[in-house]
Nanobody
Framework: QVQLVESGGGLAQAGGSLRLSCVASTRTFGSSAMGWFRQAPGKEREFVARINWSGTSTAYADSVKGRFTISRANAKNMVYLQMNSLKSEETAVYHC???????????????WGQGAQVIVSS
């Protein structure tokens, strides 16, 4: 069983920055791909970013490329999402995700955190 707990959400102004953190309670963290997804009110959950087990491969949604950075610290069982130049339409609940497969994270067998609310005011 994998438990994921997000933190760092809150209120930011458009153009501002926030850093999300996620701590994972699993002995297999070092071999798991991690990711961030978000769900805005009335919309489906969407992919934001993912990172492989070693941190050597990352992928981003086109809408966040160049502004968001995903990283991880395996020694701390932590994954981070640095969000810069935030936009009001990025107001959403941001969920941390874990799965063995880097390419398939977000699909079946993905573990999910409860989410952290991010509100971006214009």
């Amino acid at each position: 069983q994998v438990q994921l707990v997000e933190s760092g959400g809150g209120l930011a102004q458009a153009g501002g920055s926030l850093r999300l953190s996620c701590v994972a309670s699993t002995r297999t963290f070092g071999s798991s791909a991690m990711g961030w997804f978000r769900q805005a009110p009335g919309k489906e959950r969407e992919f934001v970013a993912r990172i492989n087990w070693s941190g050597t491969s990352t992928a981003y949604a086109d809408s966040v490329k160049g502004r968001f950075t995903i990283s991880r610290a395996n020694a701390k069982n932590m994954v981070y999402l640095q969000m810069n130049s935030l936009k009001s339409e990025e107001t959403a609940v941001y969920h941390c995700a874990a799965r063995a497969s880097f390419a398939r994270i977000g699909g079946g067998s993905t573990f999910w955190g409860q989410g952290a609310q991010v509100i971006v005011s214009s």
